[in-house]
């Protein structure tokens, strides 16, 4: 709509871009699939684990001997019987030389580090068996106190691993003097006109998706076999067979319908290598699958940071430079990416917006919680979360619209493709435009007098409107971008298309779907690229022994990575049936085009019969009468890596109503405006928009994993923890501008953790303008009604006019129990205070 | 969790009387409901106590001693540690106890810091204090039983 795409088009459109229904859907709905909890194996034994009910305590003795005698009981394993064996849980991001980080065992051995920890498991011939015995394994604790509080912890008020020393497990920094990619901050601050420094809590979050985890390994046969739900069975495959030094082909992962990850399966966790060594040792199939309330304790978390930013900026306006100090919670242990997540975020920060002088920071720090690894967006939510609450800070401090001071900051649509002060390209965009519809769609202009109205009649009700104008870079990654961050792996993607003889096409990506509908969009993607009926591919994913390479499915890279590389396999089928198209249509290979699954002679005119690709295929499968020297296969494999990240953008509007004598909020109305590239199929866009927005605005309002002074996991029910339902919501108003990727030939833009990403300050800066007038600076989130309220009483201990004369006879002077005059006024709006620190 | 619980109550038997019971650990641990002592001395008790907290049911199994002991001034510091069965996780409790003559009877101040962990904690705690609330209702009554013949 707004920017040109004058690339050539690669094959004529016809399923690209059409709302398709999902082809996966049926069999999900209905139920008529396999999750790993429905697989029954012969002989299949029952797994449930034993875990420390303390957050950091000595393990003195464990008596499994009622356990091992319990009816069904087969096998107990402790730490001390497979401390051997387990090795050490992986992290593929050690962010820096000096990182420190504990040993990670599967089942701890002597020492536990967080409430949940395993230590140890029962298998039995029955799920029910293994429950009632893992009650009996008496487990004697010495407790030892526990590192809870991030700021404390970061002192190292108390050590979460004594033998470490220290709860700092590494300082990672990127300074755009230094990179030269920009200039010094510290000048810029001491030169600033306007200073605006604010600290901002990222409260722990738990990802909480709907299939719980789930494990089978079958030991009999040549290769193990483990069945799990996971994001990343390609990465599982590799990391089991270095942790537990099993040959890495006599190990196939396959990841089954998967019910949801967000980030949350993107691990290799203590269960799938205790299912492995218990599978081992019994010689059985065996199955574990966690409770729900295993997950939320379990399960990795996510977010849980302290964030100070330094803004400088000149007294018109102009952002000058920007710190950024962060403190992040790892928890007890380093999972798969957990010392990576912050660090996701440190090229976010400066956003859309043109600063000069830019320094981040970010110390990871220990503490005796469950360990944090990604949640969708990892570290991009907590960037944009900060940027665009800061920005509003700013437009206050200046006395301005907080779109206008957005606006005289970002990058011009003419600018790109923009170089930023992190050193990242972004290859297209156009903020100016998606702003322009979101406001449209919204009705901005018409809802500030509105809020203005209420301000003045003194409504009970009060109005907020909260913008995000968010970026965020993923399609994770260019492998030398990767390899420059000391992560463990690269960023590509592979795929395999395979010409069956019928005409049908076998796709087999690494991507590896749990819910967002690859096997709908990648047929789309085929279907134009090979001129097939949608109908006739099929895509498989998720077996280590079908689609024997990959890089799995995170970070909103599956279509810009994964979907490339399917087209670059699809283009190679085209060229290897080339010569076959050639021979038999007696004409020089050059002479040839493809288009609509056919090959035609170019001037040989419209009504030529030209060859089709599934005849081909089938002369292929035949052999019969090839060119000489062809190979008879027109299969492709290609592996894709990219070359820059994907930079979707969007504004985000949303308006909030606040009941002031309450704390109660009600969203009004959402609008967003997303700029995701070209699409290929705008209902599997738009759910993803949808889910993720929920998903950001839950964190706003919503879920927080709370932990009590002991270290016990109070919000570990979904009772506590309090994940919204579509009752809780309202109806989005979504739309899209389109600026192309430039990056991969669809021209599209990741759009999985986008909704997650933007939403979240939207609401938070919507809370905040409903109630500023009462002095309030700030909530932490999840802004409850409780904490609102506690924001308000705060603020000005009252109401902001005087209450009515007749109203307030019982505060007459002389009435019993006043307080002397003066001592209970309220402080003026606008008197500093801790907002809501609750 | 860590909690912090205070209770009065007044029974109609004088300071004298009351201490001598209430320090009797084999008699006060039978008036608690849902303990059991299974070995008491002077000083030190072992046993085992059962308690519902909404969803939860758990046993306690543990020992607790005298860290303080004043006859004169009628005034006891006790601690005790209990492990929860099941792998439900464990629980200490320091109590401290006051008596102070009220009328013809006594006034018995106890307050009590208690520490739990584990799923009790997770599922128990919105109920603590009507729980504790109820248990030393039902133990005051005990008590009372047991002073006036």
């Not at chain 1, 393990?59 to 096998?75: K, M, N, Q, S, Y």
């Not at chain 1, 430079?321 to 007890?332: F, H, N, S, W």
């Not at chain 2, 069965?85 to 009590?112: F, H, I, M, Y």
Request: net charge negative.
């Amino acid at each position: 709509m707004t920017a040109v795409d004058d690339r050539p088009q690669a094959a004529s459109t016809h399923e690209v871009g059409r709302d398709r229904r999902r082809k996966e859907d049926q069999r999900l709905i209905t139920g008529r699939t396999k999750w790993t909890d429905n697989l029954v194996l012969p002989g299949m034994l029952h797994l449930a684990m034993v875990r420390s009910p303390l957050a950091h305590a000595r393990i003195t003795g464990i008596d499994a001997t009622a356990a091992r005698e319990a009816p069904g009981v087969i096998a107990v394993l402790t730490g001390e019987d497979v401390k051997d064996l387990q090795g050490s849980l992986p992290c593929a991001w050690p962010i820096t030389e000096d990182q420190k980080a504990p040993p990670h065992p599967a089942i701890a051995v002597d020492r536990v580090a967080f409430s949940g920890e395993v230590v140890a498991v029962v298998a039995a011939r029955s799920s029910a068996a293994a429950r009632d015995a893992a009650e009996l394994v008496d487990v004697d604790y010495e407790d030892l106190p526990a590192a809870l509080e991030l700021r404390a912890s970061a002192q190292d008020e108390t050590l979460a691993h004594p033998d470490l020393g220290t709860n700092r497990s590494a300082t990672w920094v990127f300074d755009s003097a230094e990179a030269g990619t920009g200039s010094d901050v510290e000048d810029a601050i001491a030169e600033a006109d306007v200073v605006v420094e604010r600290e901002f809590r990222q409260q722990r979050l738990i990802p909480a998706f709907m299939e719980p985890r789930s494990t089978v390994v079958d030991p009999t046969g040549e290769q193990f076999v483990m069945w799990s739900a996971t994001q990343v069975p390609h990465i599982l495959r590799l990391m089991l067979a270095m942790t537990l030094g099993v040959d890495e082909g006599k190990i196939r992962v396959i990841a089954p319908d998967v019910g949801g990850g967000f980030g949350g399966k993107l691990q290799v966790t203590p269960e799938e290598i205790i299912t492995f060594l218990v599978a081992r040792h019994t010689g059985k199939p065996c199955k574990w699958t966690e409770t729900r309330s295993e997950s939320l304790l379990s399960a990795h978390h996510g977010r849980d940071q302290w964030q100070k930013l330094t803004l400088a900026a000149k007294a018109d306006g102009t952002v000058t430079g920007l710190k950024v100090e962060l403190l992040a919670d790892m928890g007890a242990y380093l999972g798969l990416v957990t010392p990576g997540v912050p660090i996701l975020g440190a090229f976010m920060y400066n956003s859309i917006y043109k600063f000069p002088a830019y320094h981040f920071s970010c110390t990871n720090v220990f503490t005796n919680k469950t360990w944090t690894d990604a949640y969708r967006g990892a570290g991009r939510p907590e960037a944009t979360f900060a940027i665009e609450r800061i920005m509003d800070e700013l437009a206050l401090e200046l006395g301005r619209d907080p779109m206008e001071v957005r606006e005289q900051n970002w990058i011009t649509h003419e600018e790109f493709p923009f170089t930023t002060v992190c050193g990242l390209e972004y290859d297209s965009g156009n903020y100016e435009a998606a702003t322009e519809r979101a406001k449209e769609l919204f009705g901005y202009d018409e809802l500030r007098a509105e809020q203005q109205r209420r301000r003045e009649s003194g409504d009970r009700v009060q109005l907020g409107l909260g913008i995000s104008t968010f970026t965020e870079m993923c399609g994770l990654a260019p492998s030398r971008v990767l390899g420059s961050l000391n992560y463990g792996a690269g960023g590509w993607e592979h795929a395999s298309v395979r010409m069956l003889p019928t005409g049908k096409v076998e796709v087999i990506t690494g991507s590896s779907a749990h819910g967002q509908g690859h096997e709908t969009a990648w047929s789309q993607i085929v279907a134009d690229q090979l001129g097939v009926p949608f109908e006739d591919v099929e895509v498989l994913h998720g077996d280590t022994q079908i689609s024997h390479k990959g890089l799995d499915t995170y970070g909103s890279r599956s279509l810009v990575v994964g979907g490339q590389a399917v087209i670059n396999a699809a283009k190679k089928v085209i060229e290897k049936a080339k010569p076959l198209a050639a021979y038999q249509l007696e004409a020089n290979v050059d002479d040839l085009e493809f288009s609509d699954g056919k090959f035609t002679v170019k001037g040989a005119g419209a009504d030529q019969e030209g060859v089709g690709l599934a005849g081909l295929a089938l002369a292929v499968f035949a052999a019969h009468d090839l060119p000489d020297g062809m190979e008879p296969s027109l299969d492709a494999d290609a592996t894709f890596d990219p070359v820059n990240f994907s930079f979707p953008h969007g504004t985000h509007l949303c308006a909030m109503e606040v009941d002031t004598e309450t704390g109660a909020t009600t969203m009004r109305s959402y609008v967003c405006v997303d700029d995701i590239g070209n699409v290929v199929n705008p209902l599997i866009v738009e759910g993803q928009v949808h889910g993720g927005l929920v998903q950001g605005i839950a964190q706003a309002l919503w879920e927080e994993a709370v932990y009590d002074d002991q270290g016990t996991l109070v919000s570990g029910s979904f009772v506590d923890y309090t994940l919204p339902t579509t009752a809780d919501t309202i109806t989005f108003v979504t739309d899209r501008t389109t600026s192309p990727a430039t990056s991969n030939d669809l021209g599209v833009k990741g759009v999985g953790e986008a909704g997650c990403i933007a939403s979240t300050p939207a609401v938070v800066n919507a809370v905040l303008d409903a109630i500023r007038q009462f002095g309030v600076k700030d909530i932490v989130m999840p802004c409850t009604p409780e904490r609102v309220w506690r924001a308000i009483q705060d603020g000005t201990a009252g109401a902001m006019s005087e209450t009515a004369g007749a109203a307030a006879g019982h505060f007459a002077e002389g009435e019993p129990n006043q307080d002397p005059p003066g001592t209970g006024a309220a402080p003026a709006a606008g008197t500093t205070q801790e907002g809501g620190q609750a | 969790m860590a909690m912090e619980l205070h209770h009065t109550f007044t029974v109609d038997a004088p300071p004298e009387a009351t201490w001598a019971l209430l320090t009797d650990l084999e008699q006060v641990g039978g008036c608690f409901p849902g303990a059991t002592v299974t070995s008491a001395t002077e000083t030190e008790f072992t046993g085992n106590v059962k308690v519902k907290l909404g969803p939860i049911g758990v046993t306690y199994q543990g020992e607790g001693r005298f860290v303080e002991r004043d006859d004169e001034a009628h005034r006891a510091v006790i601690e005790g540690l209990g492990k929860g069965l099941r792998g439900l996780g464990n629980a200490s409790a320091k109590v401290v106890l006051q008596l102070e003559p009220e009328g013809s009877g006594t006034k018995a101040d106890v307050a009590t810091s208690l520490n739990i962990t584990g799923k009790p904690a997770q599922f128990g705690r919105g109920v603590m204090q009507t729980v504790s609330d109820k248990l030393l209702g039902q133990f005051v009554e005990c008590i009372e039983g047991k002073l006036t013949p």
